[in-house]
């Protein structure tokens, strides 16, 4: 699912770019957290709009919209590493740091916090909220909790225990909230020094002001942890010799960290042993293309079973690796053929649009709550599609995001009797450049029924998910293969690549890929 901005004050056909934030104030009744965010247009000209705080995750710098939604066009900025030494001098300076190339023209620009970073004579700029963004706001839940003095109090209950840690969620989390690399990055906050103290500094500097409702907050001071001898992927700007990071992709940490086993268990984490599943009944959800997110201050009725918007995180790595397990609760039903929430049989419907609200006060309004939800890091990849992921990397200079679904009712892939007769599954993976940007869809193969890769550029204005399920239904062939008049049909402009499966090594693999990607650009 996609996310679209309501009551858009530009032309439906302008494109403008995110070019700065500024940090969040109470607005509204139930006083929300509410932020500004400044867009440059076409003529040059900047514009503020408020939007919840809990939109942070999906910002980034130089990306642009249209329409209210997030384009595929190239932002601006380009892909480079920046490896820091072992001593790097690290200060919180106002924005007038960053370079004057840069306009950020009112005052209120101006006031906000900028971490910079002299590191082997270079001068690194990145704002403080982009910081906050790749380092603590994944989703929406942390990004409310980060405003509060609680460190996840009234979310989970953890515990570590030599080197072990554990976190039990309570049921008013989503499980869609749920990822590893979420789970993972709350108890770097909970467990590790660095990462705590640079938490409790965000906050200390939201609340400095009393939490006044007012139009331009207090702004918000962030410093990143464990910077000595890390490792940033950054889209950014070269202005002479600073460097001003408009996003943070990755980051890796040469800190030892307390913990390298993490679990994590959840109310709704279940499996019902001895007793049927039920056909649902024929059940219907209703899942929009797209969210659209109001400006105002809108409370959600409850916040358990939001709606789903798929992003890119700021992926982590740390010198040791963190094993990370999900504990599933076992239910012996006792032969008892009852529907359970989640079960099979519910059939998911697409409509076009449907609002929504990334604000946090729950109980009182009105709109279902949104929540964000990776494509999956690869340490989660299901062993149907090991393989995949260890040719992935001969594609040369990417970064990868993925989701992984079933194929829709319609598919004409048999079903997959290696797993109880489920539908087929199938990972959709993002692959992404410093400029460009494509997609691969690979059907699990695990009974020996092989479908081609296939490579192909998103069409403009069109949602991943639905757009990938319709594919899936329309142009698969009876037999189990591409029908390549239904891609034609599809791929107007010609823009997709097929590539057989053959049983060679993943470096040959990841090889074909690579030349069907060259073919593709």
């Known amino acids: 699912m996609e996310m679209k901005f309501k009551h858009w004050p530009f032309d439906k056909t302008e494109a403008v770019y995110l070019h700065w934030l500024r940090s969040p104030y109470h607005a509204g009744k139930m006083k929300q957290w509410q932020m500004q965010a400044v867009f440059r247009r076409e003529n040059g000209t900047l514009h503020d709009l408020a939007v919840p705080w809990g939109a942070l995750p999906a910002f980034r710098l130089g990306s642009a919209y249209r329409d209210g939604k997030l384009t595929r066009e190239s932002p601006l900025g380009t892909r480079m590493q920046i490896r820091f030494c072992s001593s790097p001098k690290v200060s919180i300076c106002d924005a007038i740091s960053v370079p004057r190339q840069y306009e950020l023209r009112t005052r209120f620009n101006l006031q906000e916090k900028c971490v910079v970073i002299w590191n082997r004579g270079e001068r690194i700029v990145v704002p403080c909220l982009e910081v906050i963004r790749a380092y603590f706001a994944l989703n929406r839940m942390m990004t409310a909790e980060l405003l509060g003095p609680d460190f996840f109090t009234d979310v989970c209950t953890s515990t570590l225990t030599d080197g072990q840690a554990h976190l039990k969620f309570s049921e008013r989390v989503a499980i869609a909230s749920l990822s590893t690399e979420v789970v993972k990055r709350m108890a770097l906050v909970l467990f590790d020094g660095e990462f705590r103290a640079a938490w409790k500094k965000v906050w200390a500097s939201a609340s400095a002001d009393g939490g006044t409702t007012m139009q331009y907050a207090h702004p918000l001071h962030a410093e990143p942890p464990a910077i000595p001898g890390s490792v940033w992927v950054v889209r950014g700007m070269k202005i002479e010799r600073t460097i001003l990071v408009l996003e943070i992709k990755q980051f890796s940490s040469a800190a030892r960290l307390p913990f390298s086993t993490l679990t994590y268990e959840h109310p709704g984490f279940r499996i019902y042993e001895g007793g049927k599943r039920g056909n649902g009944g024929g059940r219907t959800k209703e899942e929009p293309g797209e969210a659209a997110i109001n400006p105002e201050p809108k409370s959600p009725k409850e916040i358990t079973s939001p709606y ?44 076009p649009t449907k609002d929504g609200t990334l604000y946090d006060e729950a109980g009182c309004g009105e709109l279902p709550s949104v929540e964000f939800t990776p494509f999956k890091s690869v340490s989660d990849v299901s062993v149907g599609f090991r393989k995949l992921f260890k040719a992935l990397p001969y594609i040369k200079g990417a970064s990868l995001s993925f989701y992984e679904g079933e194929t829709p009712e319609g598919c004409c892939l048999p079903k997959m009797p290696k797993i109880s007769g489920s539908p087929r599954s199938y990972v959709l993976v993002g692959v992404s450049f410093s ?87």
């Not at 992926?315 to 099979?344: C, L, M, P, Y």
């Not at 399920?469 to 791929?491: P, Q, S, V, Y």
């Open 308 to 351: 789903a918007v798929r992003i890119d995180f700021t992926t982590a790595d740390f010198a040791q690796r963190i094993e990370v397990v999900k504990i599933w609760e076992r239910i012996n039903e006792n032969g008892q053929g009852e529907d359970h929430s989640g079960g099979g049989g519910v059939r998911i419907e697409h409509v």
């Open 435 to 521: 400029t460009r940007r494509f997609f691969l869809v690979e059907v699990d193969g695990r009974d020996d029924h092989g479908i081609s890769t296939l490579l192909f550029m998103m069409p403009k204005g069109k949602s991943f998910i639905a757009f990938t399920e319709n594919m899936l239904k329309k142009c698969i062939a009876g037999g189990g293969h591409w029908d390549r008049e239904e891609l034609g049909t599809l791929f107007k402009e010609g823009k997709y690549e097929l590539v057989k499966h053959t049983k060679s090594s993943p470096e040959n693999w990841g090889v074909r890929l690579w030349k069907a990607v060259r073919r593709l650009f």
